[in-house]
């Protein structure tokens, strides 16, 4: 699964902790305006963001009616309690509730707002998982480590072998360094907000944010050390998060990273208790929707279709929307079983756009993906994905899924939307540092830095990823086929593609790099940023060929 990307903060930020014991004289910079919240809504023009023009996009809808489209976010679950989503979620009526009955014979039990497929008896859920490659190494060494391959392997197994060797190798090298790094990192967060903490009289489960820091005046040593310290993590990590949204990220990163170096290979079939290489084992998982990973899938759904004008929360990019609920991300690297399927469940039920906020560097079953894309198509459907954040060229290095097939038959599929991540100004920062890019794979790009969306258990969270990018995209093409319901799923990628105008001569920062700039229109297939003003305008112009 494509994270948000804490390890360059974080970096910086241990730097600046090393400090403590060191220099009582560091004062931090003062922080950088924010953004405004909704910045990913406004109007170039209009506002000073570049966002995707959502009050003039609704401007130009004023008057007309709309019609409920259905929108499956295959994510890490979702918090269907969410005061600005429970409103929203889709409703198999076909079923009854808690029955523990198939009723509509659909192979899934008491599916009501959608399906788990990391789910397990009981309640369990394989929520935290290790990377592909270091999966499919496990599966593959016994074969390989010691043996003569030249008589033991076809030259394409073999390849293939090679490539998850080395792929393994470079993330349990990283991963190991990362963590000799954070852990003590860790500790160090975890101690100076207890000194935080005391100062400021807070409990030991409060938390506190950069503007608390504020009230911190006293003249002892260490308690100023901790608090210029912390103003230094929230100036790198956003200064509208808490202490405990930090540690809490960082806690998850951390964990992230054990999986890779110490994996538990055997949790899968323990608590899910089916094949994840079997396609034919198709009988398993749970409807239950919420685990402690549910943040990231809630925050997409926000994005997508939060209720517009309800005085809470966030206004979500459509206003008449679904959202279909299907779990297959975990903590690590999601199974290509799980995501073919999620694919075919959202299809099967009437889903007819698909967010998929989620990546990895190898696909061991890519065809069993494959065949669910063009499932999809047969259907109509839409897939919007991420592009990814690890700021590389995912014309030269792929990651999966994609929509270059591996029989052949397609490079760019008629019903697929890549999308790559950018920022609130038309600068140099215009193109995110971590967001992949690729002038043949990845089709536009959409907001994805610092972007705020609702959290679980009434909370809020602002966040950087391609991730987010994803359902702001998967929303405006939603809100397309509300207002224009024959379109077809190809049709909306069309006007989605062409609303985003090629920024030509917009030099940026390279995503990576802090001094190369390249031309903005060369790092996706359009140059540009989507609109939906613009989406809308073209939309309204075409003649409908859904069937």
């Known amino acids: 699964m494509n994270i948000t990307k804490y390890a360059a903060g974080m970096a910086l930020s241990a730097a600046l902790f090393a400090s403590i014991n060191v220099n009582a004289q560091f004062v931090p910079a003062p922080p950088p305006k924010p953004s405004p919240q909704n910045w990913h809504a406004l109007d170039l023009t209009t506002d000073g963001y570049y966002g ?21 976010v295959i994510d890490s679950g979702v918090d269907t309690l969410q005061k600005d989503l429970k409103s929203i979620f889709w409703v198999n009526t076909k079923e009854i509730p808690g029955n523990g009955i198939d009723d509509d014979k659909n192979g899934y039990i008491d599916d009501i707002h959608g399906w788990n497929f990391l789910g397990g008896p009981g309640g369990q859920c394989d929520h935290n998982e290790t990377t592909e490659e270091v999966r499919e190494y496990n599966r593959l060494k016994g074969k390989y480590l010691g043996a003569n391959t030249s008589t033991t392997a076809d030259p394409k197994e073999e390849a293939y072998w090679q490539q998850v060797r080395t792929t393994y190798e470079t993330t349990v090298n990283k991963s190991r360094e990362e963590l000799q790094d954070l852990k ?15 100062e400021l009289k807070l409990k030991p489960s409060d938390s506190f944010t950069m503007m608390d820091l504020g009230r911190i005046t006293t003249p002892n040593d260490t308690v100023r050390e901790c608090k210029n310290a912390w103003m230094s993590v929230f100036q790198q990590q956003g200064v509208e998060k808490s202490n405990a949204d930090i540690i809490k990220g960082l806690s998850e990163y951390i964990t992230k990273l054990s999986n890779d170096v110490n994996p538990d290979l055997e949790a899968r079939k323990r608590i899910v208790g089916d094949d994840p290489n079997n396609w034919e084992d198709k009988k398993y998982g749970s409807n239950q929707l919420k685990f402690p990973d549910a943040q990231h899938g809630t925050m997409v759904a926000g994005f997508i279709g939060a209720m517009r004008g309800n005085g809470y929360g ?179 990628k069309q006007a989605i593609l062409g609303s985003a105008k090629p920024l030509t001569g917009v030099m940026v920062l390279k995503p990576g790099s802090k001094e190369e700039k390249v031309d903005f229109a060369t790092l996706s297939k359009t140059g540009g940023v989507v609109n939906a003003y613009e989406a809308l305008l073209l939309a309204s112009k075409m003649k409908g060929e859904r069937k």
């Open 52 to 72: 995707v023009s959502l009050a003039k996009a609704y401007a130009l809808l004023k008057g007309k009616k709309s019609k409920p489209v259905t929108v499956a």
């Open 314 to 492: 966030i206004d979500g990019v459509a206003d008449n929307v679904r959202i279909m609920a299907i779990k297959a991300v975990p903590n690590g690297d999601e199974y290509d079983k799980d995501i073919a399927y999620a694919i075919r469940y959202a299809v099967d039920n009437g889903a007819k756009i698909v967010n998929m906020s989620f990546g990895k560097k190898l696909s061991p079953h890519k065809d069993w993906v494959d065949a669910a894309y063009k499932y999809a198509a047969e259907h109509d459907v839409l897939l919007i994905s991420a592009a990814g954040n690890d700021n590389q060229d995912v014309d030269s290095k792929a990651d999966y899924p994609n929509d270059t097939f591996a029989d052949g038959s397609a490079a760019d599929a008629d019903n697929v939307i890549n999308v790559g991540a950018s920022g609130p100004k038309k600068d140099e920062t215009l193109a995110a540092e971590f967001s992949n890019y690729g002038k043949k794979n990845v089709d536009v790009f959409a907001p994805g830095v610092k972007v705020t969306s609702v959290n679980t258990d009434g909370e809020f969270s602002t966040e950087d990823g391609t991730s987010f990018a994803s359902p702001i995209t998967a929303g405006i093409a939603a809100l397309i086929l509300e207002y224009y319901p024959t379109l077809s799923s190809k049709q909306i």
């Open 184 to 198: 003590p990192y860790m500790n160090i967060l975890v101690g100076t907000s207890g000194f935080i903490k005391r």
